[in-house]
Every structure is written in C-alpha cells, then in structure tokens.
C-alpha cells in the first residue's frame, strides 16, 4: 500500500484574520452603528449632532478615509457640504459641489438610485469633482436622502484606497441615509410647527393690543360722557364704569407683552392697575405691596383685578370722599394653594349700608359676583383708622 501524500486528509485552518472573517466582523459593526445612529435619532438629538455622528460612524463603518453630506441647494443646482469627515479644514460648511450629471452625487441624485464608482481615474458616466481629486479620492459610494417627500441631498463616502465597495456596503450606507431622511423630515416638520406658533402667538398678541386699545377708546368715551353728565351722580357712575373697563384693557395689555395668553403673573398685573388707578383716583395716594411670581390663569387674574378695582373705587368715594388719603394695596401668598388681594385705607372707615355681606351698592354686587366664581372669601377688617378688605384666592379653581 502506498503512503499518502504529506498533507492529504488534513484540515487546515484559515489564517486569523482573512477576508471572510473580516467582512463578517465589518458587517456586524455596520448593523451595530445603524442601531446606534437610530437611538440617538430616536432620542430627539439635534439634526446638526445627527450628521455629525452619521458620517463620523459611517466612514468607520466602511473602512474609508471620508464621509460628506452633500445639502441640495435647489436654486443654485449645487450641493453643499453640510457635515464631513476627513476633509480639509475649510470644507465642511463651505465647498460646494456641482448637482448635474457631471459629479457623482449630481449623477444619483438624477438616476434616483445609488451609485457605486470604484475606478473614479476611469469613470465614464461622470467626472471626478474637484474636491475628490484634492484629497486623493479613487472611489466613491453615494445614495440619496430623503427627506419630507423631496430630496434633502446625498450622503456620500470616499476612500482612497484601491479596495472596491460592494452592494453590502450599498444596503449599510442606504440604512444610514434612511436614519438621517427620518430626522430630516422630523426636524422640518418641527419648525413647520414652530413657525405655526409663532405665527399664532403673533396674532394672539395683536388681537390682545388691538383690543385694549378698542376698550381703552371704551373707556375714554366713558370719561368724556361723565366730564359732561349734567348729573352728579350720573357722572360718578359713568368713572366707576371707565375703570372698570381699564381694567379689562390692562389685562390685554398684559398679555400683549407676554409670551402666555393662558396665565400670568397677579402681582404686576395689579400693580400696572394701580398706577393707572393713582393717576384717576387723584385724591388718594395708591400704595403697592406686591409679591411677584404668583402665577395664575388668565381669567382669574381678571376677576381678581376687577375685585381689587372696585374695593380702591369705594375706599376713595367713601372713605376720603373729596380728601386725600393712601390707599394700600397688597398682594401675597397665603400657603401653598392661596393668595390674598388685600384693599385698606386710613380714612373714615365703609358704611354700614356697603359692608362687604350687604351687596346693596353695584360695586360691591360686583365684588360679591367674583368672590363666587373664583371660590375665595372676603374678611373685613376694623383699623383705627380706616377699613381693609383681605379677599383670599385659591390659585387654582377648584375641580
């Protein structure tokens, strides 16, 4: 029997390190960097962050020197870099390449497809841009990114080395611009929205400004009617009614300088009301004691104001009558789910006939109305001298 041959019937291992288990480790590292890039858009990072980390992973992934996203700018037919990496400083941001036929991302971008060039030196179907031939680019990959139903542009890798990208490589680079098109469009459609609002709270303020101005018109014609009224009294009722109608105003003047329609802040709109209140109630000297930062819905701050309104109203009529005197105005947080609104005077003190149960005088039926709807309570106070009125407020409306 003859000896087999040296050799015949073993195994022989490959070599550590051979092509097939290096195109193995590559392609599970590329499904690892799809998974990372779909976390982090996933998680809400910026579109600049997004770009940034996607041409950074997907030139690791590839095993290639550079990596680009090419922004389409419709209007000069050219594509700009928008983020890269491996490019020269004064690249990313600033160079721009040619959308035509004759770069390779102008030729994916019009064959709606991917586009594979291993060979550029040899490429028939397009020339080799400028900045490739710069840095040395033999070979580049490029799909398109979507984004909203148009193109936003190209993603884009370049290497100079003389090894060949292969239609694996395809599927992981169109994974990655499928990621980058979904945080495109997300990114779009929020500052769709945020134009939205800012078109809405635009409107929202000038609605506000235009109707303080037609009620401060209101509230004007109120005062003339009283300046003219042959009636004493009649005039009397004709102020306290413009009053109550600058009220309302200063509430939309408010909120034409705000950023929320749906709250704000009671103690700056009380002490904006007073000082138009001391300049109308010239006799008396309205004083303010405010606490800032009690935020609360919009229409209890209007409520509140009106209660407040009328309590300075009756301490000027009935406390000082023709003298002058101060009136104090506070407004405070009473623990954590209340606030009070308190009127005091040092004059002669309220009349048994508008104490704050009697309800007989319109101002205080309109005291009366608001303590209701906003569920507060009113205390009545006996200084030596003067009166204070202490209305305590939930913050909230009670469900």
Known sequence: ?????????????????????????????????????????????SLA??????????????????CKVLELLPFENEFLVRAGVGWNPGVVGVAKVSANLDSPAGY??????PVISNHLESETRFRTPEILRRHGVR??????????????????????SPSEFVEQDIAFLQGAANILGMAIEREREERKLRAALARNEALLKEMNHRVKNSLAIVGGMLRLQANDAEDA???????????RVDAIAKAHDQLSRGSDVDSMDIGGYIEALCRDLDDSVAQCDVRTE????????????VATALIVNELIANAAKYAYESQSGVILV??????????????????AGMPDAIDSQGRKGLGMRIIGAFIRQLDATIETIHHDPGTEFIVSIPLQARA
């Open 1 to 45: 029997m003859s000896e087999p041959d040296e050799g015949e019937g073993e195994i022989i291992e490959p070599a550590h390190g051979t092509e097939p288990s290096r195109g193995l480790q590559q392609r599970i590292r590329q499904q690892e960097i799809l998974a990372e890039l779909g976390v982090s858009a996933l998680q809400g990072a």
């Open 49 to 66: 962050q997004l770009l940034s980390d996607a041409v950074r992973l997907t030139a690791q992934g590839l095993d290639a020197e550079f």
């Open 108 to 113: 994916a971008l019009h064959c709606g497809a």
């Open 139 to 160: 070979r580049a990959m490029n799909v398109i990114l979507q984004g909203d139903g148009k193109p936003y542009g190209v993603l884009e890798v370049d290497s100079r």
């Open 233 to 243: 009294q009649a005039g009397d009722l004709l102020n306290e009614a413009s009053h």
């Open 290 to 301: 405010i606490e800032g930062d009690i935020v609360i819905a919009t229409d209890r701050a």
């Open 330 to 347: 506070k407004v405070a947080r009473a623990g954590e789910k209340n606030f009070i609104a308190s009127v005091r005077d040092e004059g």
